[in-house]
């Protein structure tokens, strides 16, 4: 059964962490207002919130397994206190943050209609800083952090996110509807 939980612990991580990019990157195009080549622009939205959803399930899981892994030794504490676990506490504890934010980011969602829309923004941002937490979590902590091609999936998870981080700084990031009917020819 450790094996079996083990293997799950494995695979949920690494999926988690292409869904969770790919939910940033979506979540940077639902603020452009800009289309993708085959979605209208709506679209964008429903599939971020989709995608967001799938990866906090796979995230779930993949902690609930690590939970009842022997090897990973976690204990119910070390999901909400982070840097106090028994293996790798540092890296564990990055995990431990970013679920932590996770939570804040999925509870203001989910309460978005009583927060207000100014704290369900501000709450957001701070997947700019789960994202990054999260991929070093992976790297450092991870079995499978440090071989080849999980450095690939990290380093280009990271370009992408990069890239568009640094482009939704830019001026040819547009965020109101009114900014880009003046910038349409």
């Known amino acids: 059964m450790d094996t079996a939980l083990w293997v799950v612990g494995r695979a949920t991580g690494v999926v988690s962490l292409g869904l969770i990019t790919l939910a940033v990157l979506l979540g940077i195009m639902t603020r452009s207002g800009r289309p993708l080549p085959t979605l209208p622009r709506f679209s964008v939205l429903l599939v971020h919130r989709n995608v967001s959803l ?25 999901l909400l206190v982070p840097f106090i676990g028994n293996y790798k506490p540092i890296w564990q504890g990055l995990g431990t943050v970013a679920f932590d934010l996770l939570i804040a980011v999925v509870l203001t969602s989910l309460l978005r209609h009583r927060v207000g829309v100014g704290a369900f923004r501000i709450v957001h941002w701070v997947t700019y800083a789960m994202w990054p937490i999260a991929v070093a979590h992976g790297i450092g902590n991870g079995t499978d952090g440090r071989s080849p091609w999980f450095l690939t999936i990290a380093i280009a998870s990271i370009l992408l996110v990069a890239a ?9 990031f547009v965020e109101s509807s009114q900014r880009r009917e003046t910038l349409q020819p």
């Open 164 to 172: 568009a981080s640094i482009w939704r700084l830019t001026p040819f």
């Open 54 to 78: 799938v990866a906090t399930l796979f995230i779930l899981v993949h902690v609930v397994s690590l939970l009842f892994d022997s090897f990973a030794k976690l204990r119910p504490v070390d």
